[in-house]
Nanobody
């Protein structure tokens, strides 16, 4: 079955960096769009970034210039490098497989989420 396992979350001070990883299994990773979403307490889950299988990247305006999504097809893994973190980036971050692009619509497969907390 399809599995997505996130790691790399934690507590960091504002201005710091974290790198999230999402290891996948059970799907043809090389031909899947992959995405990251996040959900803050009391808020709806929102799009963060996506990387189509064919190349290119897409970002939410709130993270452009600070976050970078990448993938390693040999390792079936997608990454989210987060720099210049702000307290408003605090959320549970979820990996998503099959993300649709333009417009962005989440795919059906989700990881369990990893907590990112940014202190001021």
């Amino acid at each position: 079955q399809v599995q997505l396992v996130e790691s790399g979350g934690g507590l960091v001070q504002a201005g710091g960096s974290l790198r999230l990883s999402c290891a996948t299994s059970g799907l043809t990773f090389s031909f899947r769009n992959m995405g990251w979403f996040r959900q803050a307490p009391g808020k709806e889950r929102e799009f963060v970034a996506a990387i189509p299988w064919s190349g290119g990247t897409v970002y939410a305006d709130s993270v452009k210039g600070r976050f970078s999504i990448s993938r390693d097809n040999a390792k079936n893994t997608v990454y989210l490098q987060m720099n210049s973190l702000k307290p408003e980036d605090t959320a549970v971050y979820y990996c998503n497989a099959g993300t649709k692009i333009a417009p962005v619509v989440a795919g059906v497969y989700w990881g369990q989420g990893t907590q990112v907390t940014v202190s001021s």
